[in-house]
């Protein structure tokens, strides 16, 4: 019987590149959500100035008809109460993580018990969106490039493992392909993702389906040459 069930329940999880993608997201999002009856968790890396960034998410949501939503946030000293989380996220229709420190997020959310009830969720059909950071701690293995590590190496951390590739978010506009491509060199994959600020790439039941704003690049690596080739998606 279970196996039956898990065939219906359409698994969603939006990757946005940046916050000029909201717009496109949340106008598929929101409904996904369960529009007016929409409870929203909000999760975010907290600091002295975390509440000016909700509306930036939740002003979206409310133009859409979502009216509920909690903001979670570690407490001034860094603690998150994971259980209570926890106990938020099984009450939650949408599951929205926010950007910012990406090791910060990981630490935050990718360990349990909140890992597991993120995991859980998602497998019941609630959407997940993760923005930046927030699509980068969503997929299995997590890269940390040099500027956040703090060392002279890129680093591989577990993510969400909600689906299993890499990414670049922030593609356009500044530079990211090296980022990228040794990202690719740290996980030792030969494919990557660009994703640009105004773009999300969604998936449902972890296959890519369709990409939202403007625009997601691909880039393969050629193990015998050593070159790469970059590819506008579609």
Known sequence: AMKGTRTMTRRTLFLLGGSDAFDATFDEFVPLAGGNDAEIALLMQGGSSWEKYV????????????????????????????????????????????????????????????????????????????????????????????????????????????????????????????????SLAASGKDTGWGIGDSACMVFENEVLVRILGEAVYRVTLEATSGMHMIEKVP
Request: proline residues 7%; glycine residues 12%.
């Open 55 to 182: 509306p930036g998410y939740t002003s979206g949501w409310m133009s859409r008809g979502a009216r509920r939503f909690c903001p979670v946030v570690p407490d001034e000293s860094g603690w998150l109460d994971g259980k209570r989380v926890a106990e938020i996220l099984y009450q939650s229709t949408g599951i929205m993580i926010g950007g910012g420190h990406t090791p910060t997020y990981q630490q935050l959310y990718a360990a349990e018990p909140v890992r597991s009830a993120i995991r859980a969720r998602y497998e019941a059909g609630v959407p997940i969106a993760g923005v930046s950071a927030g699509a980068l701690i969503a997929l299995r293995d997590c890269v940390l490039d040099i500027d956040e590590t703090g060392s002279e190496r890129t680093a591989v951390v577990p993510g969400l493992g909600l689906v299993d590739l890499v990414l670049q978010p922030h593609f356009t506009g500044n530079d990211r392909l090296p980022a990228l491509l040794q």
